[in-house]
Every structure is written in C-alpha cells, then in structure tokens.
C-alpha cells in the first residue's frame, strides 16, 4: 500500500466508511455550506474566486466549486473524522506508514456545484527542498459524500508528485523519456475514500451529475507542517467594517 502511494501519489481504499453516516454527513456539509453563503450575504459582501477573493471559513476554489472549514462541526460530521482515524486509512495504514505519526492539520468540505466546469490542474501545496524529492509530508484524505462510481469526482496524474518539485523541466524530462503517466479518475463508490500527497497534480472534473457533489477532506501532515496559503487570514468572525465600531 506504501509502496502504491509513494509510486503513484494516491490510493483508493474500498469500503472504508459506513453508508448510513454519510447519509448524515451529506446533509450536515450542504447545512454548514448554506450557512456560510447566507452569513455572507448578510454582511452585504461577495464570495469571489480564489483564494484573495475568500475567507479564512469558506474559499470559492473555481467558479461554482467551494472548500470551506467544519472544524467546529459536531455531530455526523465530527463522528466521520473519528471513523477515519480509526479505520485503516489512518492508524495501521496509509497516513500511519507514510507520515509515520500523523496529525490532523484541517477538516474541510469541498461542494463542486451542479453544472461547474472542470478545475484547472493544480497542486495543494509545493514540496519542501526545491533541490531533491523528498517523502511524503501532507496528504489529503478524500470521502465522497456522494457516489463518483461514474468517475465524475477527482481527476489525478499518477507520479506527478515527482515532477512538481520542478515542473516545466521534469515534465519535458518525463515527455521525452516517455515515462510520463496518463491522468486517472479513480471511480469512488458510497464508503470509499481516496488519499493524495499533496504535492500531486490533480482537480475536481465537471459536475454533470444534476445535484451538488460533496467531499469530506481531512488533511494530515507530519507534526511540523502548516498550511498558511490555502485559507486567507480574512475571516467572518470578524464583524465588516462598517459594522465595527471606532
């Protein structure tokens, strides 16, 4: 198992999650999502796309695809983050071998919106040494809220993470030694989850599926990493300025 995720930047893991609380979880996530949206326009302000345009709770990722924090959820959404980390896809397994003593750095939802376009090919953070590859150091934990059976969930390239480091020369090194890998979207069932470093090409595809698409994303890191770039400092505990008093 290692040795797949250390070689292809990802693993799928079958049936890891139970039916009956991601039923739950599907409709907590879409609660905590139209209460951020409605606290925002209370405020009488925009969501823009990007990160700048973002608050530290809820980021507008691609036009009509949105991660937002549930750090403070209880309920089914806290119940699923303690399943994970007991299940095989954290203690004894993935997370467990590859960081060898995890820790929880964010617990976020990400909704692609019905009829959203295909994101453009990124990374979710940058490799720590520019001059070597290095292991592993964050990853994502995926569960689908809903079923991509279809393949209409998260798209990556396979080995990716060994070219990110330094792009636009590995992949024409790749190209030309033709060992560059085609991209995969890995077909999640209900209970399925997928892993990624974080350092792997990847992005969500369109959203052809009719209703909004869901993902539960618990990221892990070893215990001396921070993310500071992928949520802004701005945030909507914060009353607008106008609202404030002098």
């Known amino acids: 198992m290692e040795e797949d995720f250390g070689h292809d930047g990802f693993v799928v893991l079958r049936d890891v999650v139970p039916l009956d609380l991601l039923a739950a979880c599907r409709s907590a996530a879409l609660d905590v999502f139209e209460t951020y949206l409605s606290t925002i326009a209370a405020r009488s302000e925009a969501l823009?796309?990007?990160?700048?345009?973002?608050?530290?709770?809820?980021?507008?990722?691609?036009?009509?695809?949105?991660?937002?924090r549930i750090d403070d959820a209880t309920g089914p959404l806290r119940d699923l983050e303690a399943h994970i980390r007991r299940s095989r896809a954290f203690q004894a397994g993935v997370a467990k071998e590859v960081l060898d003593d995890p820790t929880v750095l964010s617990r976020t939802c990400v909704i692609a919106s019905e009829g959203c376009e295909a994101q453009a090919w990124h990374v979710d953070?940058?490799?720590l040494d520019p001059t070597r590859h290095l292991p592993c150091h964050c990853l994502n934990v995926f569960v689908?809220?809903?079923?991509?059976?279809?393949?209409?969930?998260?798209?990556?390239?396979?080995?990716?993470?060994?070219?990110?480091?330094?792009?636009?020369?590995?992949?024409?090194?790749?190209?030309?030694?033709?060992?560059?890998?085609?991209?995969?979207?890995?077909?999640?069932?209900?209970?399925?989850?997928?892993?990624f470093d974080y350092r792997t090409l990847h992005r969500g595809v369109a959203n052809t599926s009719g209703a909004p698409r869901p993902v539960f994303v618990l990221t892990v890191a070893r215990p001396f990493f921070r993310d500071v770039v992928n949520f802004p400092s701005r945030s909507l505990r914060v009353p607008p300025l106008d609202q404030q008093k002098g």
């Open 48 to 68: 823009g796309v990007g990160q700048r345009g973002g608050y530290h709770e809820i980021v507008q990722r691609h036009l009509g695809r949105y991660e937002f």
């Open 144 to 195: 689908p809220l809903v079923d991509v059976s279809s393949g209409s969930g998260t798209e990556l390239r396979p080995g990716s993470h060994h070219l990110t480091r330094d792009l636009k020369r590995l992949l024409l090194v790749a190209k030309a030694r033709k060992t560059l890998r085609a991209p995969v979207t890995p077909r999640l069932a209900l209970g399925d989850c997928l892993l």
């Open 125 to 127: 953070g940058a490799h």
